[in-house]
């Protein structure tokens, strides 16, 4: 019985449990002999079965619960089953009650252990009936020595045969696969390495070096990394980093995020204070015993759990009003039908109070809090002294504290930093009340020891104060050096450059002046020798100007009919582009440039190749500065490779450069590649350019100009200068204000000034009454002094800027007017009026002539021009040849040199019903008009008379008739006579709709509509290309034998395009319609003049028919 019991509580050996057995059976063996020998018959053997039933069954449940864990001790390893034997019969055990059978146990790590199956109830009698030797034998059995076992060398066998079929390497798997269970395994044949000898010592690192970021990458960070092998990536993302395979500055993402997101409940701060209710299950890890209130709890258990103190590691950080609890091992809970405990629970909360930052030791509550927390009542003291110490320096009154929080905070602070005022506070029950008291200025100071701190507080900010002051003071000289070195160091190197470049633009100049002079001395010999024109149609206008224009490089490609100048035989061109030359525009100008051998011939199949002749680059500076505005001379000169390209084409030749509107950059230019220029100097270009600049050339070459006044500078001026051209000429209605540095009309404004003149009546009586006595100043005094008190009210309500895109408001304008200048001029009093412009040439010798000259078209409004009629029809030529040549002779004696253009405006004077010729511009520069004039003669191959102002081409070419009549010998041939041309020119033509076909759709169109140029009568269309990309502007040329029928053709050609690049919702940014009908009324003045002349040529015929037929009847 006891060997059972030993059993039951724990594993012995094998022996010693068995013999034990074997001694209870040979006890229960002589018991029941006994009882056999002097019992009753059946009483004492049914007595004696249910003994010996109940020691077998004690005896097989022992041997069960122990079997395999005798067996691992015995063995030191998992026991498991014998090769099966298909060939032979499987053992049966000895006793097939006792056959052990396998069973899953997860204590094994999933191994199966051998479990004895226990007896049925029904076959422990025939198991007790058994002898000893049989149950001595089943021990055995169990022992290692049965025949449920194996022998210990066949279990050794079965071992290594186990061992070698797990290991396919081993030289016996085939064999005892092949043995054991009939499988044929393949033969491998693999060759082996020869491992070193285990007695020699070798040395050497065991393990692989790991791959590092190359040299190339570490040389050049741009190499893209390389990528990185399972084998690094396994070494975790920080070898990674330091092996130079993930850059430092590299964006990791793991996937998956070790980071999970969720939403974080909110409660309600009102339920921070509310007890928790409960939900009738305790859990005595939270529970807390006062141990001094209740002398039953030590009768309960004796024994004291020790306390054990938390780590570092396994403390969660908690805020100040967090329920303290244990972080012990829960137990498990009680069933809900468990009666409650008789211990007797004191209530969980401990308060005491503090009085004046002190507290009663011998107060109860204070007593039964520190009998409750005796154990950690040191740590719980130094969290009260720092508790008191606040309350004292801050002179609280009184103060209830939570002790059972006190002491959460103490355990919670113990081993880290002391604890905050939040955190002090939060154990203090009527903390509201404290931390209003806190928060009270000056609080801080009613402590024991308030004199001291408030001294060493005023000494503190004091000494701050004075710290701060003097750093500030510090930053801000060192701030003040700085930026005075800076701007010194600035001032110092910009004077230097500022000199260096004004040292450069002298020489440059110097050199300009030089190379004149020898150019006006060879100018004859220039003009009949071979020569290259270098064409740059430059527009160096002021920075302001540039970058106000749209398309700027387009407004500069406006004069492609340079290239003309090939009607020359002797002239080689090179034209530098401002915009890039697409295929299409080269093969136009090589076809349209081809034309002229066969226009001098009038056979078509005359054409020739004329590339030789011309060469246009484009300087490459364009790609470095797309949006700088800068002129075209100065991307010249920014550009070393068109530079030199020029210079290989003049190499040995002779060679000048026609600008357009100078720049500084262009005597740069004409230093780097030393050729002269034809044009004025700069300065000179731009003051006399300027609408005042022009107005001391009208001035000195004494020609008629508008009333007005130039240089005006102030408001003052501006008001002044108006009131007195108003009284001094009361009949003009309208007056005009100038910009002096704008162009094509952008800068002039307007004001009807009689119109809101309330004075206006008035003064005209005074003129009246004054008669010929007005044109005295002293007859002026009362009207200007009215009229001048009412202009400014008049100007600020009813100036209008002419062009709104430029200056919207005429504040704009004028803000514009008194920055850079300007003028008040008179707008002719007249409905009628007509503008022209003439251009001029001085050359270098001194030379005056004129070139060209026409009436102008307004289509963008009455102060732009848009095109031109050639020639003049307005004025007679004689009395503009005497303006131009005045003017012309006025620049010269101011050195003018080269191209430049007059603008004149005509009408009828409506009191002398004269005709009046005003000079109102002067732009002296390369004009549109006569780039278009060069195109005009090359196509018709005509000339142009001045003199007369009269276009003549040469006569068609007629074929000699065979006849067998022979002339008179004293008849002469007479020469044929030359074709007179008009001709109606314009380059500002724009529709946004071209931009949706390309050039060659466009001339297919045109050939459509007959709209081409006749080279045999020398009349049609000619076009010019202006832009490769965008395709909105192009120029146009008509010529015809009368100017009604040029101006018909123009306005028909118009409407055409307008027509069929356009569609009723999509008639896009165009001019056509305005110049269509500018043209109409240019065309009705035209028929009306013509009719008047004829009426005029029939009247005087029937006068001269009349004196003719007086003067016959009289004789």
């Known amino acids: 019985m006891q060997a059972a019991a030993m059993m039951e ?75 099966v034997d298909f060939t032979g019969a499987t053992p049966q055990p000895r006793y097939p009650e006792m056959a052990p059978y396998e069973q899953y146990d997860p204590r094994l790590g999933g191994q199966s252990q051998l479990i004895i199956r226990p007896p049925k ?43 070698a079929v797990v290991n396919p390497e081993n030289t016996q798997t085939r064999q005892v696969m092949s043995d054991s269970y009939g499988i044929q395994l393949p033969l491998i044949n693999k060759r082996e390495t020869k491992q070193p000898s285990p007695s020699k010592l070798m040395k050497g690192t065991t393990v692989d070096h790991l791959a590092v970021l190359p040299r190339s990458n570490r ?52 339920e921070m204070f509310q007890p928790k209710k409960a939900d009738g299950r305790f859990n005595l890890a939270q529970v807390k015993l006062d141990v001094s209130s209740n002398k039953s709890l030590d009768s309960m258990d004796t024994k004291k759990p020790e306390k054990t103190p938390q780590t570092a590691d396994s403390r969660v950080t908690k805020t100040p009003l967090q329920v303290k609890t244990f972080e012990a091992q829960l137990q498990p809970l009680p069933p809900p039908t468990t009666p409650a405990s008789t211990v007797n629970f004191k209530r969980s909360g401990h308060r005491f109070a503090i009085q004046n930052g002190g507290i009663r030791d011998t107060a109860p509550d204070f007593v039964a809090f520190r009998q409750h927390y005796v154990l950690s009542w040191g740590s719980i003291i130094t969290a009260l002294e720092h508790l008191l110490r606040l309350l004292r320096d801050f002179a609280v009154p009184l103060a209830f504290i939570n002790g059972d929080k006190l002491a959460d905070l103490a355990l919670e602070f113990e081993l880290e930093k002391a604890p905050t005022k939040e955190n002090l506070l939060s154990v203090i029950v009527n903390w509201d009340d404290v931390e209003a008291i806190l928060r009270r200025p000056g609080r801080r100071f009613l402590g024991p020891d308030g004199e001291h701190v408030a001294a060493a507080k005023i000494q503190a900010m004091w000494k701050r104060y004075t710290a701060r002051s003097s750093y500030v003071s510090y930053r801000q000289r060192k701030w003040a050096a700085g930026v005075i070195a800076i701007s010194w160091i600035m001032n110092i190197k910009m004077a230097k450059i500022r000199k260096q470049l004004k040292e450069t633009r002298l020489y440059e100049l110097e050199s300009y002046r030089r190379r004149r002079k020898v150019f006006s001395d060879s100018w004859d010999r220039i003009k009949q020798s071979r020569r290259t024109i270098i064409h740059i149609p430059s527009l160096g206008y002021s920075q302001a100007v540039r970058d106000s224009v749209k398309d700027f490089g387009i407004k500069q490609n406006t004069q492609m009919s340079r290239l003309c100048d090939l009607r020359d035989p002797q002239v080689d061109v090179i034209y530098v582009s401002p915009v890039e030359m697409s295929e299409e525009m080269l093969q136009y100008y090589s076809k349209l440039l081809g034309l002229r051998p066969a226009v001098e011939s009038g056979a078509v199949e005359d054409q020739s190749d004329m590339q030789d002749r011309y060469k246009i680059v484009v300087p490459e500076a364009f790609d470095k500065f797309p949006s700088h505005s800068m002129c075209l001379a100065t991307h010249l000169k920014y550009s070393p490779q068109a530079l030199q390209r020029i210079r290989n084409l003049i190499k040995g030749k002779e060679a000048y450069i026609v600008p357009g509107v100078l720049h500084k950059d262009d005597l740069a230019v004409s230093q780097i590649l030393d050729v002269p220029i034809l044009g004025s100097e700069p300065e000179v270009g731009h003051l006399y ?23 005006i500078y102030s408001l003052q001026q501006l008001h002044e200068s108006l009131a007195l051209l108003v009284t001094e000429n009361l009949n003009v209605r309208r007056w005009l204000f100038k910009l002096d540095d704008e162009y094509m009309g952008r800068g002039i404004a307007y004001c ?72 008040i001029e008179a707008c002719p009093p007249s409905e009628s009026v007509t503008t022209l412009s003439a251009d001029m040439l001085i050359e270098p010798t001194g030379k005056i002539r004129m070139i060209a000259n026409g009436d102008q078209i307004k289509a963008e409004g009455p102060f732009v021009s848009w095109g031109l009629s050639v020639p003049q029809s307005s004025v007679e030529p004689q009395v503009l040849n005497e303006c131009c040549m005045r003017i012309g002779e006025s620049c010269r004696t101011r050195g003018v040199l080269g ?82 041309r008009y001709a109606v020119m314009s380059t500002q033509l724009l529709h946004s709709n071209l931009t949706v076909i390309h050039y060659s759709v466009f001339f297919q169109m045109c050939r459509a509509h007959g709209i081409g140029f006749d080279i045999k009568e020398k009349q049609g269309t000619v076009f010019t290309l202006l832009d490769s990309f965008k395709r909105e502007h192009i120029g146009m040329l008509t010529v015809g034998e009368s100017l009604q029928g040029a101006l018909a053709t123009f306005a028909r050609n118009m409407s055409v395009i307008h027509q069929e690049i356009s569609a009723p919702n999509m008639q896009g940014e165009t001019n056509f319609k305005a110049a269509i009908s500018d043209i109409e009324g240019i065309l009705g003045t035209t028929i009306q003049n013509v009719e008047r002349e004829q009426q005029e040529v029939e009247a005087q015929e029937e006068e001269e028919e009349k004196q003719q037929q007086q003067g016959l009847g009289g004789t």
């Open 899 to 980: 191209y430049f253009s007059v603008d004149f405006v005509t009408f009828i004077d409506p009191k002398t019903m004269e005709q009046v010729l005003w000079a109102t511009d002067l732009n002296l520069s390369y004009g549109d008009s006569t780039g278009m004039r060069e195109l005009m003669l090359y196509v018709t191959s005509g000339t142009f008379d001045a003199e007369n102002c009269v276009i003549q081409a040469p006569p068609l070419a007629k074929k000699e008739k065979k006849d067998g009549r022979r002339r008179r010998g004293d008849e002469e041939e007479q020469p044929p006579t030359p074709l007179p």
């Open 752 to 823: 009807n000034v009689i119109e809101h003149l309330n004075c206006y009546k008035w003064a005209m009586k005074e003129q009246l009454r004054y008669g010929e006595k007005w044109s005295k100043k002293w007859a002026h005094e009362p009207a200007l002094i009215k009229i001048q008190a009412e202009i400014p009210d008049i100007l600020d309500q009813f100036g209008v800027p002419a062009n709104r895109k430029r200056f919207p408001t005429w504040d704009k304008f004028l803000e514009a007017f008194l920055s850079q200048g300007g003028i």
């Open 219 to 270: 040389v050049d960070p741009q190499i893209p990394p390389p990528p990185i092998a399972d084998r690094d990536a396994r070494k975790g993302i920080l070898s990674l980093m330091e092996r130079g395979l993930i850059p430092p500055a590299a964006e990791l993402t793991l996937d998956p995020s070790p980071v999970k997101h969720r939403v974080a409940p909110l409660h309600d701060p009102a």
């Open 121 to 163: 109830r029904a076959d422990s009698r025939l198991l007790a009936r058994r002898p000893v030797a049989q149950l001595t034998q089943l021990t055995r059995n169990l022992q290692g020595g049965g025949p449920l076992t194996e022998a210990p060398g066949q279990m050794t066998k079965l071992d290594m045969s186990m061992k």
């Open 9 to 83: 509580r724990r594993p012995e050996e094998v022996g010693e449990i068995l013999v034990k057995v074997q001694e209870d059976l040979r006890q229960l063996r002589d018991r029941l002999v006994h009882q056999v020998g002097h019992g009753e018959g059946q009483y004492a053997e049914v007595i004696d079965l249910k003994a010996l039933e109940n020691a077998i069954e004690r005896t097989e449940v022992g041997v069960k619960g122990r079997t395999h864990d005798v067996l691992r001790m015995i063995n030191n390893k998992v026991q498991t089953l014998p090769a």
């Open 689 to 711: 350019t300027t609408k005042s600049g022009s107005k001391r050339i009208f001035a000195s070459a004494k020609v008629d100009t508008p009333p007005g006044e130039y240089d």
